[in-house]
C-alpha cells in the first residue's frame, strides 16, 4: 500500500501524529531498522537505535517527536511519520500486514469430549484434545491439539490454548487470555510437611484463577494452593518458562519475564515488571510499580514504586555504585592488608 | 461435621492433642487462616501468623502447643486442638474435606497400546496415550491423557503420570510415584565431545531411575546418562520446572524447588533441601541433610549438615554478614579512597 | 567382542591410538570409571580421574597419551588404549555397542495429517501427530506421538521432533536436527507495549529458524520475533529448560546449557559456550568463543574469547579474586570501623 494509506490508517489510532507529505513510497511489508530494505517500513524508539536513521535503507520510518531525527530522514528520501511511541505505532502497523494464523470453528472427530461438558458457540476443539467431565467452555475459544483439560475447570470467551498445554482440576481461566504450547495451569502445588517418617502429602484442594486478559507463556507452571486461591490479575503477561507457586496473588497489567520464580505465598501489586530470571521467596510482597532487573533474588516486602537489583536485592540505584565498587576488591584488598600492617605495627 | 468429630478422627494421627471440649462449631471446610470465615478451620504455625490468632474469623483453629496462644483463641470464642505439628495436622484435616480427582479404571480406546506391552490391574489409561514396545506398567496405575512411554520403561504400582508427560527409553519408575504434567523422564542427557570439527554426539545408552514415593513437578526434565543411571532415591521430591543432569545421584527425601538445575554427575544425599533456582555444578557433591537457600550457586562439595548461599556458595551465617556488609561498600570506599591519598601523602 | 577387535574398529576413527597388545580380554560393555566392573571398557580424562587408573576393575581403558597412567593401568593388567581425546573415542566405543532406538517408518492411523501438507519419504509419523496445513516435511524425517506441527513450518531431512513438541507456525527446521519431548519452537516473542490503558501486544510477524545439525533440549522455548527471524546457527546445541527470547541471533556450535536464557535481540558468535543458569539482557552481543560460567549475568556486549563470570559479569580472572575477598568482607568491615574511628578522632 501507498505510505500515504498507511498514515490514513494509522492515524485514527495515534495520539498526535505528523508526517511529511511530499514523498509517497509503495510500502509492502514491515522489517526492524537495521535490517529494512527498500519498500518496506520500520521504527527508531530510544537513543541507541537513533543513529540508524543515517543508515536504514528503509523507505519510510516511525520516528518520535524529534525534528532532528525527522529533518535526517526526510534529507535521506525517507518517508517519516511522527509520534510520540514509535513502538506502539510500529505494532499497529505490523496488524496492517499480518493476520495471525487462526484456525476454523469446528470440533474434531478426534477431540475426546465428556458428555457433561458445556462447550460455548463458535469453538474449535483440535485433534486430541481432551475435555474431562464438569469442564466449561466459553464462545469463541481456540484449543488447540492435544490439550488436556481436566475436571470443573473453566475458560473463558475467545480464550486460546495452544498445543499441549494442561488445564488442571478447577481452574479458572477467564475471557481473551492465551496460554501458550506446554504451559501446565492450576497443577498441585509443592506441599510436602516435614515428619520424622519422611514428607506428609498436604493435598492441593484450592484452584488457579486467572482473569480477564491473561497470557502465560510457553511452559510455564501456574500452581494451585493446599486451600484457597493462586489468582493472576487482569491483564498480566507471563513470558516462558515461569514458575508461580502456590497461593500467589498477582495483580494486573504485570508482566514477568522468562524464567522468573515465585514461591508460595507472594503478593504482587498492580503494572510490576519483574524481568528475567529474578526470584521471589515465600510470602514476599512486591508494591504497585515496583520493578526487578535481570536475576533479582527477592527476599523482603519491596515499596510501591521502588526498582531493586541483586541478590539479595537492594535499591537499584545502591546496586548501580555497589557493582561498581565490586570490582575495585582487589585494590581495596591490597589497601586493607597494608593498613592492618600498618596497625598492626603501631 | 462437628469440631469434635474432627478432633476424633485427627486424633489417632497426632502424636499428642489437647483441645477445648466447651466449644463445638459446624466445621464446613478448611481456609488460610488470614482469608478464614465462620465455619470454617485454619491453623497456625510459626512467629509469623501467631498474631492472626487475635483476628481471624476462622470458628477453629489448630494452634501449636502454646497455652498464650489457645487462651487467645478461648477467649475469643474460636474452638482449638493444639499438637506439636500444626501444619501437620491441617494437611490431615484437609483429607477429611478433600477428595482428589481420581479417574476410573479404564482403557480409552483412542489410546494405541503396543501388543508387547505388559499392563497391570487396574489400570487408567487415557485418550491419546501411547505405549512402546516392551513396557511393563503395574497394578492401579493412572496414566493421563497424551503421555508417551517409550520403548523398555516401567512403571510401577499406583503410580501417577499426569497429562503431556513423556518418559522415555528405559526409564524405571517405581510405585507410588507422581509424575506431573509436561515433565520429561529420561530423555538423552547433554552430552556432546568438542572436536575440530563441530560436537560429536556422545549416545546416551544409560537410564533413569526413580525410586518409590518420588514426586517430579511440572515441566521438570530428568535426563539419562551415556553410561550408568541417573537415580533419584525414595520420596524424594522435586518442584517444577527443575533439570537433573545425566548421571547425577539424589538421595532420599530430598525436596528440590522449583527451577533448581544440576549439571552432570552431582551427588546428593538424604534429606537435602534445594530451595528455587539453586544450581549445583558438574560432579559436585552434597553431603546428607544440607540446605542451600534460593538462587545459592554450589561449585564445590558441601559437608553433611551445612547450610549455604550465595553465588558462589559459602556458608549461610557468612553469607549473611557479607550481605550486610554489601550494602556497606559505597561507605567503605570513600574512606578506602581517603585512606588511600592520606598514604601516598605520608 | 575382543578388545583388539575393539582396538580394530576404532583405529580408523582416532587421531592418533597406541595400545599393549599383550592383553585381550573379552568386552561386553562400556561402564563410567568408578563403576566399572570386569569386561567392561571405561575411560579417564583429565587429572580429577587420573587417580581412578589405580582404582579401577574395567578389564580395559582408553587413557591419554600419558606414559604414566599407560604403565600403571599395564602393571595392573588393564587392556589400553592411548589417545590424545578419550573422551571422544568412549563416545565412539560407545557406538559400538549401543544402538538407539528409532521407530520404524510408518504413518500412525492416528497422526492427523492435513491435506496440503507435503510429506517426504520414509518418514515416522506416531499416533497423535497434528500436521496443519502447508507444512513441508523431509525425507527420513521422525516424528513422535502427540507432537504438533503449526501451519507453514518446514522439518529438514532425517530430523527428529521428539513426542509433545510444538512446531509453531513458518518455523524453518533444517535437516538433521533433534527437538527433544515438550520443546516449544516459533511461538510468540514477548511482545507487549506499554500504554496508558495496559499493555497493547504487538503481533509477532517473524520466524524461527534453526540451521541444520541444530538441538533443542527438553521443554527448551525458542521464541519468534514481531519481524524478522530468530535464528539458531548449524550445530549449535541447547540443553533442557532453556529460553531463547525474540530475534535472538545465535551462531554455529555452540552449547547452551540447561536453564539458560537469553532476552530479546541478542547476538552470540560461533562456538560461544553458556554454563547453566546464565541469563543475557536485551541486546547484548557475545563474540566468538566467548564462555560464560554457572549463573552469569550479561548485561554488556563481551569480546571474542572472553571468559566472564558473576552477575553482572566481569572477567572470569576478576571474579576468582573478587570471590576470594567476598569471604573477607567482615574481617575487612572491622578494619574499616576501626579506621574510621580513627580518622573520626584525629
Keep these: 500500500m501507498k505510505f500515504s494509506d498507511l498514515v490514513a490508517q494509522l492515524s485514527p489510532q495515534a495520539n498526535s501524529l505528523t508526517t511529511n507529505r511530499d514523498l509517497n513510497p509503495e510500502i509492502t511489508g514491515i522489517m526492524a531498522v537495521h535490517e529494512a530494505v527498500a519498500n518496506t517500513l520500520s521504527y527508531i524508539e530510544g537513543d541507541k537505535f ?3 536513521v543515517a543508515k536504514t535503507t528503509a523507505s519510510a520510518l516511525i520516528l518520535p517527536l524529534d ?3 525527522q529533518t535526517q530522514a526526510q534529507e535521506r528520501g525517507i518517508a517519516w511519520m511522527g509520534t510520540p511511541q514509535p513502538r506502539l505505532m510500529f505494532a499497529q502497523a505490523i496488524n496492517l500486514f499480518y493476520q495471525p494464523f487462526h484456525p476454523s470453528v469446528s470440533v474434531h472427530p478426534a477431540a475426546v469430549i465428556d458428555s457433561s461438558a458445556v462447550i460455548g458457540e463458535n469453538v474449535y476443539l483440535g485433534a486430541g484434545v481432551v475435555i474431562y467431565p464438569g469442564v466449561k467452555i466459553g464462545d469463541d475459544v481456540s484449543i488447540y491439539p492435544n490439550v488436556v483439560v481436566y475436571p470443573e475447570a473453566t475458560i473463558g470467551d475467545r480464550t486460546i490454548l495452544h498445543a499441549n498445554c494442561t488445564i488442571h482440576e478447577r481452574s479458572q481461566i477467564g475471557n481473551d487470555c492465551v496460554i501458550h504450547s506446554g504451559a501446565v495451569i492450576g497443577a498441585e502445588g509443592f506441599g510436602f510437611v516435614p515428619t520424622g517418617e519422611g ?17 502465560i507463556g510457553c511452559n510455564s507452571t501456574i500452581d494451585r494452593p493446599a486451600v484457597g486461591e493462586t489468582r493472576i490479575g487482569k491483564n498480566t503477561k507471563l513470558d516462558n518458562l515461569v514458575h508461580i507457586g502456590h497461593n500467589c496473588q498477582i495483580g494486573q497489567n504485570c508482566a514477568l519475564a522468562a524464567q522468573v520464580g515465585l514461591a508460595g505465598g507472594v503478593k504482587i501489586g498492580n503494572r510490576v515488571i519483574l524481568a528475567g530470571q529474578v ?5 514476599a510482597k512486591i508494591g504497585d510499580g515496583a520493578i526487578a532487573s535481570a536475576q533479582t533474588g527477592i527476599h523482603h516486602d519491596i515499596k510501591a514504586g521502588e526498582a531493586v537489583s541483586g541478590s539479595p536485592s537492594v535499591s537499584n540505584k545502591l546496586y548501580l555504585k555497589v557493582s561498581a565498587i565490586y570490582k575495585r576488591l582487589p585494590e581495596m584488598y591490597q589497601t586493607f592488608k597494608q593498613i592492618k600492617r600498618n596497625l598492626g605495627s603501631q
Excluded: F, I, R
Design 50 to 52: 537513533a543513529s540508524m
Design 199 to 215: 514428607w506428609y502429602k498436604m493435598q492441593q484442594s484450592g484452584c488457579t484463577v486467572l482473569e480477564d486478559g491473561v497470557e
Design 67 to 69: 525534528k532532528n531525527l
Design 279 to 283: 526470584g521471589v521467596a515465600n510470602q
